[in-house]
């Protein structure tokens, strides 16, 4: 029997060295052969039926069967949790009927509740409440911030001004994607391209294939404007139209791409006037006036929102995306409402779960992990020992939460 021949030392060595040379020829291999493809890709673009079929799939609100059994089965069942507080989510293009049943598949045991859905400049209702997150503008710290709006359903039916200033909202949002595919593909933006290109550390192909992409999807945007239905115009459409070709092209390059355009989307948003955003006193007022309920959601993302003494109603002090100062912001309230006055109604602690439904739709093995776990009333910080000693000074909880929003929101 031939004995088993062992490598060490400068064999071992050798071989290692052998291998990572094989590895990298064939990294250059597949890259050669990546550079040969996107050159051959045609400058301007022509749309072809794959660019049209995969449109109409990321563009289409028809839910398959596997979508709809996604949608109502949770990720997880909480029969303990016997009050439900959830008003930052977003139902997206998902029905609300499906989105009811996946609630109450999670919560079989829930006694009280107070469920608000919070579409971005979209008002949308759930049983007795509507809601909405809205884009605006803070003066004071020259700022765009968000604000959670909601409503008793009943006292909306006047709400002309206020319906008019959030379609005039997203409009203008939306307006953000077609900026974004400006950007990708008009020469004149060539400097933001090679700063990304430099940051990321991408090469000419990739910028070459992100700008066919982004080219061809203003094409298709541009000949089916009519038949899109608006909500669904968001800058991730340029990510989910590469994803939709993941057959067509190699996945690095696709990946490549995605991370150049993150960074280029970022530079669009910091060049996107704020100014055109109504003011946050001018919302905060109008929703006053319709009776509604002001939440700040993740300040910490814009803090000085707690140093601008607006009119509103409480925090947002745990969110999936901002959980970093809970515990502070909890203090934060409670300080603020020791120095209140006795007729001064005093700030609530809120948490959001923050849950974009559309991620429900995907296959897990394709979805953002971040947000794919998030779901409808799921706040597990309520729970965590370490914060629940200063909600405790402060005399909050969930059910509080829930008894004194819905009482003013009901008043």
Known sequence: MPQEVRLTGKHEQREGEMLAAKSRKMEIVKRDDTNVMVKSLEYPPRLTEADVKCFRAITSQELTPEQVRRIVTPLEVLPRQDEVLAIHWHPEYVPM????QRIEATFPCKTRELIIPTQHNVLMEYGDYSGVEVDCYSHGFQRKVQLLLHFRTSRLESADVFKSMLDHTFRYRSSQLYAFLDMVTNPKFEDYLQLAAEET?????VVRFSRIQAM???MLLDEHEQSIPRDMIKNKLIREFITAQADLYPESLAHRAQVFLKTVKRMVKENFSPTYFYRTSEFIEEARALGGGVVVPHPEQFWP?????YDVDGYEVWNPQSQEYTEFLVN???RQNKSRGVDDRSLLVFMGDDTHMTEKLKDPAQAEAEKYYRDIGV?????????????IVG???RARSIEEYRARLDG
Not at 97 to 100: H, M, P, T, V
Not at 305 to 309: F, R, T, V
Not at 379 to 391: F, H, T, V
């Open 216 to 218: 061809k999807l203003r």
């Open 395 to 397: 005399n909050a909880s």
């Open 201 to 205: 550390g991408v090469d000419e192909d």
């Open 305 to 309: 929102i707690l140093l601008a003494d």
């Open 379 to 391: 706040q597990p910080a309520w729970d965590d020992l370490s914060i629940r000693k200063s909600l």
């Open 332 to 334: 934060v309230i409670n």
């Open 97 to 100: 009927d499906l989105i009811r």
